[in-house]
């Protein structure tokens, strides 16, 4: 799935369709600008559109390393010192922050469901409730899915992870670290246990 480069063509030819017409926008943000805008752009994470970057060098060996801005809404993948992949993320909204200090990835699964969030379904597959949080009650019948955290890399034993999710540039989740479904691919991909992430 790597890949020498994935530029942001796609994302940025979306940004047409929205009528983004203030400078905070993603354009300005990917730059190193302001990522918190009031015009949001959703990322379905079932389409195939990519907000970042991936260039690693055939043959590039060195220390690992993940920092996760939360102001900028960016997510920066180094090897040996150099920076080699950007991703735009979604992190933890108010109410929900995403801690800030030195972490580690602690665990991966690329299947991960939550364990908080998720739904509710009938014995036939009919959702009950789309919104569910642990402490609701489950009614007769009903059953617990999950939501999927795919390309999850765990970063607290609190239930914070890294992985596949709705990105749109500014928080949004529940405290983890939400990335575009490709540039989750990437990242899962190329991080071993142990990778040393930041947040900040």
Known sequence: ?????????????LLTGFGC??????TTSL???????????????GEAVSYG??????????????????RLQQAKYYVGGRQVGMSA?????????????TFKVLSKDADHRSSSYGSVVD?????II???????????????????????????????????GMVTSAPESHGCIRLPKEMAKIFFDNTPVGTPVIIK
């Open 1 to 13: 799935m790597t890949r020498s480069l994935t530029i942001l063509a796609t994302g940025l030819a």
């Open 21 to 26: 017409t203030t400078q905070n926008d993603l």
């Open 31 to 45: 730059s190193g600008g302001y990522m918190f805008r009031p015009e949001r752009i959703r990322i379905d994470p």
């Open 53 to 70: 970057y991936w260039d690693m060098p055939a043959g590039l060996t060195g220390r690992k390393l993940i920092v996760i801005d939360t």
């Open 89 to 101: 993320i979604s992190s933890g909204k108010a109410g929900h922050i995403t801690p800030k200090g």
């Open 123 to 127: 014995k036939y597959g009919n959702t």
């Open 130 to 164: 789309s919104n569910f949080e642990r402490g609701m009650a489950i009614p007769a019948g009903g059953t617990y899915e999950g939501a999927p955290m795919t390309n999850g890399m765990q970063l607290t034993t609190g239930g914070i992870w890294m992985h596949e």
